[in-house]
Structures are given as C-alpha cells and as structure tokens.
T-cell receptor, first 113, second 113 residues
Framework: EAGVAQSPRYKIIEKRQSVAFWCNPI?????LYWYQQILGQGPKLLIQ????????DSQLPKDRFSAERLKGVDSTLKIQPAKLEDSAVYLC???????????FGPGTRLLVL | KQEVTQIPAALSVPEGENLVLNCSFT??????LQWFRQDPGKGLTSLLL?????REQTSGRLNASLDKSSGRSTLYIAASQPGDSATYLC????????????FGQGTILTVHP
C-alpha cells in the first residue's frame, strides 16, 4: 500500500513570497490533516478535512494560510504572504476515519529568509 | 484546551537498557492515545494506539500503558538498541467526534552501542 505523498520536500523562499504544498493521502482515507512542526516542538494541527469538508481549522492563521481538498482526495496548503516564523516542517497525514490511526507523509521543510 | 507534557526531554542510554518515557495530559476526556516515532528529517510513524478503555498495549519490545483518570501514559522500551534512537511523541486524541490529536514536544532518545 502506497503511503502519504508530499511535495516538494524542501522549499526556500523570501519573506512576503507565496508557497504551496501538495499532499496525496492513502487511497480510500476519508480524513486528511495538515500539521505545522516548528523545530523542537511537536506537530500542531492546522486543518482537518473529512472528505472535502473542513471539520477543524481553529489553529489555521486564516489571514495568510489557506487549504483545499478538491474531490475529497488530494490537498494543497498555501501560504501568502510568508513570514519568517512560518519556517517549519509541514506534515500531511491521513486516516480511514477521524478516530483511527493517522499515517504521516515525509513532510515539506520550509525555510523563509 | 489539551496540554501535553513529555518527560524527559532527552535521554541517552547504553544499548540493552530498559527505558520508560512519560507523557502527561491535562484533559482526561480522551478517545485514545497514540505513540509515534520520528526519525530526523522524516515524518511520524505510529507505534502504538491505546484505546481509552484499555490499560496496556504491546508491540514487540514496546509496551504502552494508559491511566486516563490521572492523565498519564508511559512507553516502555525493553532491551534498547541503537536503532531505537529517534524522537518519541505521544498524542492523546480528544473525545469529540472529529478526534483531534494534540502532541507533546517529544523525548529525544539516543541509544549508544
């Protein structure tokens, strides 16, 4: 079974630029998550989708971050404009349903200069 | 708001030792709790998922216990090996229908030969 795929793996941008990350979850998984992990901390949930609907985006900085999950499969997370404090690893995860084991992708490491 | 604390923050042991990693959480109304492993530059790998009704869960040399009422979980690693070196994260899942995971900051484990 293929795992969660993410791209790109690394991204370096200047502050105030925009960036987008892509995630392809495990086939058949209804729930998709985006996490932000700052160095030395545990992951923090940014947004959770159930199929293509948002069920939790309480910690998403909506003035600059946006996410979508078209057709309930792939998802993109966008930052516009980026700030220095957005430097982190962005992890995507999926699970068959919301209460079940989450499977994580390798992450996208973002550096904002 | 759930808060998760992991102790110790870092641990360095010789090969062969038995280890205990501790996790405490403030909101005991959880659905289950997951322990993850994270290798440098990689995503998270689920190790064990223990349901709120369970006291223990075992997988190979790993054993997780849960005391929901006191807000504590421990991960026991028997006969540690250098390949066990990684960051270990615990994440209780909320009891709401969408099951948000809240992560601790992790314990960095180094097992030296």
């Amino acid at each position: 079974e293929a795992g969660v795929a993410q791209s790109p793996r690394y991204k370096i941008i200047e502050k105030r630029q925009s960036v987008a990350f892509w995630c392809n979850p495990i086939s058949g998984h209804a729930t998709l998550y985006w996490y932000q992990q700052i160095l030395g901390q545990g992951p923090k949930l940014l947004i959770q989708f159930q199929n293509n609907g948002v069920v939790d985006d309480s910690q998403l900085p909506k003035d600059r971050f946006s996410a979508e999950r078209l057709k309930g499969v792939d998802s993109t997370l966008k930052i516009q404009p980026a700030k220095l404090e957005d430097s982190a690893v962005y992890l995507c995860a999926s699970s068959p349903m919301s209460q079940e084991t989450q499977y994580f992708g390798p992450g996208t490491r973002l550096l904002v200069l | 708001k759930q808060e998760v604390t992991q102790i110790p923050a870092a641990l360095s042991v010789p090969e062969g030792e038995n280890l205990v990693l501790n996790c405490s959480f403030t909101d005991s109304a959880i659905y289950n709790l997951q322990w993850f492993r994270q290798d440098p530059g990689k995503g998270l790998t689920s190790l064990l998922l223990i349901q709120s009704s369970q006291r223990e869960q075992t997988s190979g040399r790993l054993n997780a216990s849960l005391d929901k009422s006191s807000g504590r979980s421990t991960l026991y690693i028997a006969a540690s090996q250098p390949g066990d070196s990684a960051t270990y994260l615990c994440a209780p899942r909320s009891g709401t229908s969408y099951g948000k995971l809240t992560f601790g900051q992790g314990t960095i484990l180094t097992v030296h030969p």
